[in-house]
């Protein structure tokens, strides 16, 4: 979404592969073997894992620099958030409910209380990049597997995700509804083997 949004600023020139992961093409394999994606490539240099990825967009491409902000009250505020999205949807009780709500309720009333576009500003920075694609998977998921929709009370927040919709950088790297709803279908049937040889299954 950070390069998104750059593309919409005019500026970088941005170009996005879909890749799929089970049958990769030949080039991909040939130069990337297994690396999972995302993987950046600007003027033939690959930088692989989103660490390095936001780090070289902030050295290196034009006005990456302004993307990724300072600012701990909004990096506690929004962490988090999605672990107890997925909690709410394995549990499915009023107490995991209640706490993503909760932390919900922490972000309008740091919306209400900054009454700007943005989570730091009015300008988009890294942490809205990380921010609102979650919203959008509370909506989606929450909607869906536990009928959770965010409270029309919380009006800051609303407001909030109306300017991310109007960004094409937002609506041209998000995922469709029902892809983010595959996505946590084939979370519930997941296994993994615990040290002890235990099998589980885990959202």
């Known amino acids: ?5 750059l593309a919409e600023l005019k500026t970088i020139r941005l170009k996005v592969t879909t890749v799929d992961m089970q049958k990769p093409p030949p080039d991909f394999r040939t130069n990337f073997e297994a690396t999972p994606p995302p993987i950046l490539v600007d003027n033939g240099l690959a930088v692989l894992e989103n660490e390095k990825i936001e780090r070289h967009i902030m050295k290196n491409v034009p006005g990456g620099h302004n993307l990724f902000v300072q600012d701990k009250e909004v990096a506690t505020l929004i962490e988090n958030l999605y672990s107890k999205l997925k909690l709410m949807l394995l549990k499915k009780d009023d107490t995991k ?17 900054k009454d700007t576009r943005f989570l730091t500003g009015d300008t988009m920075c890294c942490f809205d990049c990380e921010l609102m694609p ?34 094409d ?17 084939l979370q519930q049937f997941c296994i993994f083997i615990d040290p002890y040889w235990k099998v589980s299954r885990y959202v």
């Open 1 to 5: 979404m950070d390069l998104y949004l």
């Open 97 to 113: 409910t209640s706490s993503l709500m909760s932390h919900l309720r922490k972000i309008d009333e740091h919306l209400e209380r």
């Open 134 to 167: 979650r919203l959008q998977h509370i909506r989606v998921a929450g909607k869906y597997f536990v009928d959770f929709e965010i409270p029309a009370e919380f009006k800051s927040l609303w407001r909030y995700m109306y300017h991310m919709y109007q960004l």
């Open 169 to 185: 950088a937002f609506t041209q790297s998000c995922p469709a509804d029902q892809d983010i709803i595959n996505h946590y279908k």
